[in-house]
């Protein structure tokens, strides 16, 4: 059964308060309505309605004064991995139940100076691993287009909440295509930015290397109103660059070089109505001035090993933290140091966690080491080097977000290894650490929605979104 999908305008909530056609109360009012009439879809973990009305009281203020911030009227998500001080954060965990942040992550920091409303932490994958949002430890997230279905994963309650119109955008994470996958399944607009360009401090790590935080909305123009206010070198993420060329603005672009990959189109097992819509776009393109290029896909079956090697050996030691000593949940029955660590971390951590620690940890083990670990860093660089050359070349990459639409419920719960090769076509970005937007592209015969993705080189933000809004004029 569908939800009537929503499609909410941040730019166009944005005028209507502005120009005093109502209050950010009343949205947020309605926000929360929404959101409590679609609780089935599991989408919210919380709903932080106290400092949601308090900051949509004191935004009203300012507009009132005439000082209203660039996303006054926006009333927004965040993933339950994304710390907000004095309010609970458990990345979908056990592990996590309870705990309330000390310190707010700089991007809700620059969401809140900025007049944004954040209404709620959204349920996810644990800890991000996950492309179903199957493996919440506080059950799975429905798709609003079809609740019969996932909405993809990890960040499948953000993405659900912006395509079931409950807030205008969502902030997820991506480490290897969780906010790309679920915006394609829903029909949104989800956009990773360079690895690098938005602080990660105050998300809960999962693979420190890959992991960027990034919007999902309903058009180009929505995400990129949230990335600048986010975009830009943070202090306290070493990891963020110092470039000043972050904001971008929108205005259009000339002829494009633009490199496809015919073979993995073409390759089976990807959707025909998806290949055919890819097919189509290709053709579109061409005749509309653009040159389009068929180059090799770098690597194609190394990058989802290569990936789940370096992810998970980065996950191991991430999650080591949770020791059931210093914080988190400790087994009330363990006796002793090493039973505290083992029952709490058993019964803590859900078993796709498990997995991928126990994987983590035995690829990066002496004797192993060099086999799996760093043999994957070596190909990271090779398929890194490789877009990055065919991004020296060309203006963009075109490819498809996801092989397949959203697949039922608990299809591919049973086969990790399908699960993990729904990532075949995001986490090219991720390992090279480019920018790359997926938008909606087109439906399958079933009313399914699916998304195209374009990748620019790194810190080419302004021509990437330039071009999804020009190339894709619909999102
Ligand atoms: N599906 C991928 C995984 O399970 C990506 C997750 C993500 O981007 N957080 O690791």
Known sequence: ??????????????????????????????????????????????????????????????????????????????????????????????????????????????????????????NCDEFA????????????VRNPIDTARVPGGSSGGAAASVAAGIVHAALGSDTGGSIRQPA???????????????????????????????PFANSVEDATAIYNVMAG???????????QDAAVELRGTGPLRIAFYRDCIEREGVDPAIREAMLR????????????VDVPLPLLDHQVPTYYILATAEASSNLARYDGIHYGYRSPDAKG?????RASRSK???????????????????????????????????IRDATLSTLSEHDLILLPTSPMTAFECGALSEDPIAMYLQDIFTVQSNLAGNPAISVPLGRDPNGLPFGAQLLSAPFQEDKLLNAARSLFPAS
């Open 1 to 122: 059964m569908a939800h009537g999908a929503g499609t909410l305008s941040l730019g166009a909530s944005r005028r209507h308060v502005l120009e005093g056609g109502g209050s950010v109360v009343d949205l947020v009012g309605t926000s929360l309505a929404k959101a409590r009439e679609l609780a089935s879809l599991n989408a919210f973990l919380e709903l932080f309605e106290d400092s949601a009305l308090k900051q949509a009281r004191s935004v009203d203020q300012r507009i009132a004064a005439g000082e209203a911030g660039p996303l006054a009227g926006a009333v927004i998500s965040i993933k339950d991995n994304i710390c907000y001080k004095g309010h609970r954060v458990s990345a979908a965990s056990r592990m996590l139940e309870g705990f309330e942040s000390l310190f707010s992550a700089t991007v809700v920091d620059r969401l809140l100076n900025a007049d944004a409303v954040i209404l709620g932490r959204t």
């Open 129 to 140: 691993m996950g492309s179903s949002n199957e493996n919440s430890a506080f059950g799975a």
């Open 184 to 214: 394609s399944f829903t029909g949104t607009v989800g956009f990773k930015p360079t690895y690098g360009r938005v602080s990660r401090y105050g998300l809960i790590a999962f693979a420190s290397s890959f992991d960027q935080i990034g």
């Open 233 to 243: 070198h943070d202090p306290m993420d070493s990891t963020t660059s110092t470039r």
């Open 281 to 292: 776009t290709v053709t579109r393109l061409q005749s509309e001035g653009h040159t389009l």
């Open 337 to 341: 140091v090493d039973d505290t660590y």
């Open 348 to 382: 803590g951590f859900g078993p796709e966690v498990q997995r991928r620690i126990l994987l983590g940890t035995f690829v990066l083990s002496a004797g192993y080491y060099d086999a799996y670990y760093a043999q994957a860093q070596r190909v990271r660089r090779l």
